[in-house]
């Protein structure tokens, strides 16, 4: 208890010291004591092909040799001019702008930001945001207000903003989640529906078919609203395509992306947008401005290890890797099928998961800490959501790192009791 440093998402009074990393290098972090963790969850989503990708590395060497950061309302610098061509040119059609911010939350708030400017601009009232029920999209005030409500933000709920919610588009219950869509369109004044596409990551791995999320952007559409797409943890191949977008053929009208942006290197982010929403801000009386900005917008040494990573993808065998990954995790997951100690095993792309079941609800939430510590006894770094048990490694994981994660499940579900 001697570090001064007040960790994220950890409590203090009863966490254990996290273990001190030397050293990361593909699927595993090094520790000062010699072990070597086995990372399954990309380090919170971020590491796409593995740590410390040396082309990545490469370029962000190469980048300091000649640039820093740099007032990027005023100047610009080939690496950011480069990315932005590049993105606009593998995003989903009609996306044709890109703003540089440096988180996955910021890239959130620039989203709202355009949005609800874009109809104050052209002087349409439209100040509705639509969201899903077991939504998150960051942790900053506006970002918490679009995500679920809950523990993690009730003691900041006077400053939330109020937004109109739909039901997780559950199997079989798709219908309720369009038609409530349909309802909130028609009482008027919708600006954006905002989704998570394919994959509600922090609200536990939950997944729904592509043909949903098509519908969901073509009742938006319909009505005016526009589709803003948080792609901040799907995007870069996550579910199985670059962007989930593609999957349903649905072009958002606002893309957000950033973890894996740098193959999870640096900080960065990026917001698209279409014409339309740059040329709403167009104007020669300067109130319509965009006025957002951050210190560290389009960092050039984050920008130059974005451009790598993109030479990654279409150098490197990249797309092959995440088909096989994803078959790999099917095929593993398919054992808790009708296991009663498990319930709703689940694959979107690279991604698998599976629900624990307890033999009563209040458990799950007292064992997430010994479940923790359970795979770091054990070399593997696994951080369960609730009862949901995931993976989401780098594409470098082998089919052997694979049985070791999936054998540990197995043993884990030893620690939760009879569920009968
Ligand atoms: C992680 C995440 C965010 C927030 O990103 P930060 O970089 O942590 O601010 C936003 N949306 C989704 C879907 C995420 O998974």
């Known amino acids: 208890m001697t570090s001064p440093v007040w960790r994220p998402f950890f409590q203090h009074a009863v966490e254990p010291d996290p273990p001190v990393i030397v050293r990361a290098e593909g699927a595993y972090l090094h520790t000062s004591d010699g072990r070597a963790l086995l990372d399954a969850i990309s380090s919170w989503w971020v590491t796409t092909h593995g740590h410390r990708h040396p082309r990545i590395m490469a370029a962000i060497r190469e980048a300091t040799e000649s640039l820093d950061q740099m007032i990027f309302a005023t100047v610009t610098h080939e690496p950011a001019e480069r990315l932005a061509r590049e993105l606009v040119a593998i995003a989903p059609a009609g996306l044709a702008h890109v703003f540089y911010s440096d988180s996955g939350s910021t890239a959130v708030e620039v989203a709202l930001k355009m949005a609800l400017g874009a109809f104050a601009n052209r002087g349409e009232k439209r100040t509705t945001i639509v969201a899903l029920e077991g939504a998150y999209h960051g942790d900053t005030i506006g970002t918490m207000s679009v995500g679920e409500r809950g523990v993690f933000n009730a003691a900041y709920e006077p400053l939330l903003f109020d937004v109109a919610r739909l039901p997780f588009p559950a199997l079989g219950r798709e219908q309720a989640t369009l038609d409530r869509l349909e309802q909130i369109a028609r009482a008027g004044g919708v600006a954006a529906l ?138 593993r997951i398919a054992r808790f099928e009708g296991d009663p100690r498990f319930a709703n095993p689940r694959v979107c792309g690279t991604i698998a998961a599976v629900d624990l079941v307890a033999p009563d609800t209040g458990y799950l939430a007292e064992i997430g800490l010994t479940l923790r510590s359970f795979f770091l006894d054990r070399g593997l770094l696994v951080r369960p959501l609730g009862e949901a048990l995931y993976l989401m490694p780098p594409y470098c994981v082998t089919e052997t790192e694979l049985d070791r994660l999936y054998d540990a499940f197995e043993e884990a579900a030893g620690l939760m009791g009879d569920p009968r």
């Open 194 to 331: 905002i989704v998570e596409p394919l994959v509600l990551g922090a609200g536990g791995m939950r997944m729904y078919p592509p043909s949903v999320l098509t519908e969901l952007g073509r009742i938006a559409r319909e009505a005016g609203a526009l589709v803003i797409a948080d792609e901040v943890m799907t995007g870069w191949g996550r579910t199985g395509s670059l962007f989930a977008c593609e999957q349903a053929g649905l072009s958002p009208d606002i893309l957000c992306t950033s973890k894996g942006l740098t193959g999870g290197a640096v900080p960065l982010a990026a917001t698209l947008a279409t014409a339309e929403i740059f040329e709403a801000h167009l104007s020669t009386d300067r109130s319509k401005t965009f006025f957002h900005s951050s210190s560290y917008t389009a960092n050039p040494i984050a920008c130059a290890a974005a451009v790598a990573n993109l030479e990654v993808w279409r150098d490197e065998p990249v797309r092959a890797r995440i088909a096989a990954l994803g078959a790999a995790q099917s095929k």
